[in-house]
């Protein structure tokens, strides 16, 4: 064994082990330190301020910290309108997730029935109206509830019955009409991910179904959808969080001719109300808060019913 | 031998029915029939309001009544509209179109910038904090977004950045789902032995991620740059509880601004402005125009992106 050997034998591991545990390390820090400050500045920080905040007041243009107590979530939820919010929250809730995961699936699954030219050009008319969302969103909805522009027409005026868009566009029917909003400019976009997500599904796993005497339906019911099933959790999550803060659609429908709408039909509303209007930022942060623990708890019941983060937590 | 007399008679199958086989494959003919008309029927569903809004500023506000809905007037109605537009405000449209271009491009190079190094290293190394990082990020990511515009106004009072482009950049360039899908992104599709090697030849982390992590993540950089810069074209309830001078309106706030102010969708709404349903129409087009023509060509990022998810069999 000559000294040169040597030298290399024993410095290289050395060396080595000096790098992977030292430098990557620290280089993964520093890879995650501009997240890290945007997390803390953008995410955490405004939930933890929205947190001290709700249980503040203002003495003299000066919050005082814990102050308040629960009086701020008091005023909140014992205001004249927060039931009402509430109550048109959740009725709207009640229709556009199940449509939207109903109509999702439905498509997805039919789609990928066949890859052809037409199922391809489909799926691209389905992914497009992703383009548009909030104010611009609403203005096509006002025109295509309008018997009189719309060029759904035919089905408004001689299937439904309707002359008049203030006959649609009304307070009653702003569940079903947000629901509907919601699906045609979101629907697109999950259609694209489930069916991504189909095309990830084995050959093998399907021919075997086939050869076992699964017709259509069963396939794409028994085999197809429990294969997706973290894709559609994924958006029972999103669409839930994306729901719960409805403003533009309630705050701008009511330009359409001849309806009326109340300026407080979201909670996410009547937050700004108490922020802007009211100057109440304690119960804004209140209500914030509320919306929230919404989310939170809906998402966690998602994931703790569909084991959704399995293979992240597994792979950690 | 018998090869050979599969081969004839398939030959004798006549194109017709060839063409049906190939039709209705392993459905039958009702359940065809039914499949085409459910994806014909969502198709005008989705695709209708975007083609008569293409047509819409073609016509003149009367003849949106008169003419049918899906007929095309003239091109030059398409100008004066646009001229009409242009009267509101001292040409606001063209500044809100500016406003949107910069806060929206913004945004997602700094979006991209953080998170693609943030979730290379959380699916690369482990670090003290990586468990907390994931935890705080997949919670920011399901949480409702508006719940936090109220404290994050407060935060940018705080701070004096209120009714300056920065409050609505900043909190837009925080983009907590665009760490989670570069995470799954590297977890999935950087084998470890291929970073480990280029540490053996002497790699630093920075090059690791420069020469191997970044060229293999072509595809997530197209998929999140596609999905901020989509998020933020079409951004609402930030801008507008953060921003108060119409100057610096983005294109949704000025939308919102026409609609109230004029009588854009609701022509007993009584004003001087010619601020009709054409001109509202020709708003929202230029408005969705963009996003649209980047959807028809980012579709694939989506669907390929949609396997980055994992369904890991």
């Known amino acids: ?316 | 031998m018998t090869i050979h007399v599969l081969d004839l008679t398939s030959k004798r199958q006549n194109p017709v029915e060839r063409l049906y086989q190939r039709l209705l494959g392993n459905m039958s003919l009702s359940e065809f029939v039914l499949w085409l008309l459910v994806l014909i029927a969502f198709g005008l569903f989705f695709g209708l309001p975007l083609i008569w809004l293409l047509l819409a500023p073609s016509k003149l506000d009367n003849e949106l009544l008169s003419l049918p809905p899906l007929s095309f007037g003239s091109f030059d109605n398409y100008i004066r509209a646009w001229n009409n537009l242009n009267v509101y405000d001292d040409g606001a449209l063209v500044r809100w179109g500016l406003n949107s271009l910069f806060y929206t491009l913004t945004s997602l190079i700094i979006s991209v910038a953080i998170s693609v190094p943030a979730g290379y290293a959380l699916a690369t190394a482990k670090f003290a904090g990586r468990r907390v990082i994931l935890w705080t990020t997949l919670i920011t990511m399901i949480l409702p977004g508006s719940a936090l515009v109220l404290p994050l106004f407060l935060e940018m009072n705080a701070v004096r950045l209120v009714n300056t482009p920065w409050s609505v950049i900043l909190p837009a360039a925080f983009f907590p789902f665009g760490v989670y899908l570069a995470f799954i992104y590297f977890a999935n599709f950087l084998p470890n032995d291929l970073l480990s090697a280029g540490r053996v030849d002497g790699c630093s982390e920075w090059q690791l991620f420069r020469y191997i992590g970044l060229p293999l993540a072509r595809t997530l950089l197209g998929l999140l740059a596609f999905l901020s810069f989509t998020a933020n074209w079409n951004s609402y309830f930030l801008p507008f509880v953060m921003l108060n001078n119409s100057e610096l309106f983005n294109l949704p706030l000025g939308l919102k601004a026409l609609m109230a102010g004029t009588s854009a969708i609701n022509p007993t709404f009584a004003t001087d402005l010619p601020i009709k349903r054409p001109e509202a129409a020709l708003t929202g087009l230029l408005m969705v125009l963009p996003v649209a023509i980047v959807f028809i060509f980012s579709q694939r990022y989506v669907i390929s992106g949609a396997l980055t998810g994992g369904i890991k069999e």
Not at chain 1, 7 to 25: D, H, I, N
């Open chain 1, 1 to 316: 064994m000559t000294a040169s050997e040597t030298r290399y034998e024993t410095a290289a591991p050395m060396a080595r082990t000096a790098k992977s545990k030292r430098s990557p390390f620290q280089a993964a820090h520093l890879f995650v330190l501009p997240y890290v400050v945007f997390l803390l500045a953008f995410g955490v920080g405004p939930g933890i301020y929205a947190l001290l905040v709700s249980f503040s007041k203002t003495v003299g243009g000066r919050p005082q910290l814990f102050q308040a107590g629960l009086s701020n979530y008091v005023t909140a939820f014992t205001d004249f309108r927060f039931g009402s919010t509430i109550e048109n929250m959740l009725q709207f809730l009640l229709i556009a997730i199940p449509m939207g995961i109903i109509g999702v699936l439905l498509l997805s699954l039919l789609l990928h029935e066949r890859k052809n030219w037409f199922s391809t050009t489909m799926r691209t008319i389905y992914f497009v109206p992703g383009a548009v969302a909030g104010p611009a969103l609403v203005l096509i909805a006002i025109f295509m509830f309008d018997p009189n522009v719309s060029p759904f027409d035919g089905l408004l005026r001689d299937v439904l019955g309707y002359e008049q868009v203030r006959e649609i566009v009304r307070e009653r029917n702003f569940p079903l009409l947000f629901a509907i909003i919601a699906f045609f400019g979101g629907a697109g976009g999950w259609i694209a991910i489930f069916y991504g997500a189909l095309n990830g599904i084995s050959n093998e796993i399907v021919e075997a179904a086939i050869i076992d005497g699964c017709n259509n339906l069963q396939l794409a019911l028994r085999i197809k959808m429990p294969l997706i099933r973290p894709y559609i959790a994924y958006m029972l999550i999103l669409t839930f969080a994306g729901n719960v803060q409805l403003f533009a659609e309630p705050q701008l429908i009511g330009r359409a001719p001849g309806s009326t709408v109340s300026a407080y039909w979201s909670p996410n509303q009547l937050g700004y109300a108490f922020a802007f209007e009211l100057g109440n930022f304690g119960a804004a942060a209140a209500l914030s808060m509320l919306l929230l623990v919404i989310g939170i708890v809906g998402a966690f019941i998602i994931i703790r019913a569909t084991n959704l983060f399995r293979t992240e937590a597994g792979g950690d």
